[in-house]
């Protein structure tokens, strides 16, 4: 009994899932991309192969109700958004830089969630901006590792990352990390400090790779000690733990913290220890959070311009939707350095002076 009904079981389970791109790529006998450009109204597809794609949708049921709402119109005029879930501000201020440039040209965004840098976690959120049929992506989390779902679905619909990190097909605006730990390590050895610790961000993530490359590159440069670097995850906690230890560390002078939240519980742990901020050690952070000119002392920090580094993404993106054929050097924004009151020169630097 049991072998006369599992293949209709199957077969239930087949009609369960919806068709996705690449049933209709195979069916057409085209590239997933192809079909992504038929569904999005690009104007640079023959005619045949138009025609060959569209009979595959219908045939297929392929999105019905979606794929005829943009059919009907030739354009979703959706960009989505993959960011990570309760990331700090700078994720908030770049996906209100992509809203606001996107809804000024008439597009809506729509916004996917990843609640890891997992690779399958990714993979899923793009999944499921494709089948909102979005015209194309800006990818806002750190991807560093990839799979082969990944670079299908970022080689299917146009996409722009806007963290350095990249896939085949993915175009880039950037910040430069490394000058972001120029900056800061290079303000507080002209301030006259022997050499700078550097408490990092997660390993796994692009922007503190390089940002604790950038710092290490620049002390080497300057021939100063590259000491030990500590770990945190970007949050206030991991910062007052590190600041615990440097706080025990007499020599300690000079800190550049890869990001803002870190930077301010490592205030508190030093304040904790009895080490005074900037007489006794400099600080310098990462992103110039609204907070950070409000801090005892007003914390110096690297801004990132995240609002501009947003709407760059769609004005990328919405070129490689309309013109996919130019491919213009993409950006690389710049960081500002803004000096406040967590940095001074060192005590027997200011003694000798």
Known sequence: ????????????????????????????????????????????????????????????????????????????RTIGVVTMRNHSSSGGRITAGIENAALAVGYTVSVATTPSLDTSAVEAALSRLADQDVEGVVLAVPLIHTNRRIEQLTESVPTVTV???RTAATEVVAMDQARVAEL????????GHHSVWHVAGPAQWLEAVERREGWRLTLEAAGRPVPPVLEGDWSPASGYRNGLVLGRVPDVTAVFVASDEMAFGLLKALHETGRRVPEDISVVGVDDIDLAEYGR?????????????????????????????????????????????????????????
Do not use: W
């Not at 006369?4 to 991309?33: E, L, Y």
């Not at 060959?52 to 049921?61: I, N, T, W």
């Open 297 to 353: 002392p007003p914390l110096t920090t690297v801004a990132q311009p995240f609002g501009e580094m947003g709407a760059l993404a769609v004005t990328h993106l919405l070129r490689s939707i309309t013109a996919p054929d130019t491919l213009p050097e993409p950006p690389t924004v710049e960081p500002r350095l803004v000096v406040r009151s967590s940095t001074a020169p060192p005590r027997t630097a200011a003694g000798a002076s």
């Open 1 to 76: 009994m049991s072998r006369k009904t599992s293949p209709r079981v199957k077969r239930t389970a087949d009609a369960r899932r919806p068709p996705g791109m690449a049933d209709v790529a195979r069916v057409a006998g085209v590239s997933a991309q192809t079909v992504s450009r038929v569904l999005s109204g690009h104007p640079n597809v023959h005619e045949r192969t138009r025609v060959r794609v569209l009979a595959a949708v219908e045939q297929l049921g392929y999105r019905r109700n979606n794929a005829a709402r943009v059919l009907s119109s030739g354009r979703s």
């Open 184 to 191: 800061a390590t290079r303000h507080l050895l002209d301030l």
């Open 163 to 165: 963290d350095g990190s």
